[in-house]
């Protein structure tokens, strides 16, 4: 992708509510990849969720599912039953086609409140 | 069981003295990167590589330089560090860049330039 675009720099939340947080990209590339990243206070990058451009469903694991509109070219992650443990910064990382440069937006600071 | 390795974690340099990052993986990947993170930021790509002795600029590559002279590492240098340089450098590493999910990143390398 050449350009990711993540336009909510901060979320709240309230504990156990659902919640989304918007991804959109911008490539050329016919076969892409979209990743989800969580990255906590401490530093780390926690893998969440991958879809393929050419993946027909949603990709889903436990309680985050990704929310693939490609002709709209988003690519937003849902969170169901939010956590304090999900406070975080979340990062839409993309990339595809003949060089798989990995081009990351600016990110999403989500807050879960009790 | 490694994955991701980064040395140095932290660094002090003083403008204008070098360095370099080192980044070893042992998943026998093929494409690896180099991003920097600047406070309340997303990851920005400094240099990537897509195999062995092969590197190419992403999109911060200015004052920065890479080798890829063994598969399984990636060296980043700095020849002459500055203070804009201060940075928290990540490496990560992929079998198929992003057309398939997988992606792992190191712990980070923070780096204060003086």
């Known amino acids: 992708a050449q350009k990711i675009t993540q336009t909510q720099p901060g979320m709240f939340v309230q504990e156990k509510e659902a919640v989304t947080l918007d991804c959109t990209y911008d490539?050329?590339?016919?076969?892409?990849?979209l990743f989800w990243y969580k990255q906590p206070s401490s530093g780390e990058m926690i893998f969440l969720i991958y879809?393929?451009?050419?993946?027909?469903q949603n990709a889903t694991e436990g309680r985050y599912s990704l929310n693939f509109q490609k002709a709209r070219k988003s690519a937003n992650l849902v969170i169901s039953a939010s956590q304090l443990g999900d406070s975080a910064m979340y990062f839409c990382?993309?990339?595809?086609?003949?060089?798989?440069?990995?081009?990351f937006g600016t990110g999403t600071l989500l807050a879960v409140q009790p | 069981n490694a994955g991701v390795t980064q040395t140095p974690k932290f660094r002090v340099l003083k403008t204008g003295q070098s360095m370099t990052l080192l980044c070893a993986q042992d998943m026998n990947h093929e494409y690896m990167y180099w991003y920097r993170q600047d406070p309340g930021m997303g990851l920005r790509l400094i240099h990537y590589s897509v195999g062995e002795g092969t590197t190419a600029k992403g999109e911060v590559p200015d004052g920065y330089n890479v080798s890829r002279l063994k598969k399984q590492n990636f060296l980043l240098g700095l020849e002459s560090a500055a203070p804009s340089q201060t940075s928290v450098y990540f490496c990560?590493?992929?079998?198929?860049?992003?057309?398939?999910?997988?992606?792992?990143f190191g712990e980070g390398s923070r780096l204060t330039v003086l």
């Open positions: 490539t050329s590339d016919q076969s892409y990849g």
């Open positions: 990560a590493s992929s079998s198929q860049g992003a057309q398939t999910g997988e992606l792992f």
């Open positions: 990382p993309s990339g595809g086609g003949a060089t798989n440069k990995l081009i």
């Open positions: 879809q393929g451009s050419y993946d027909e």
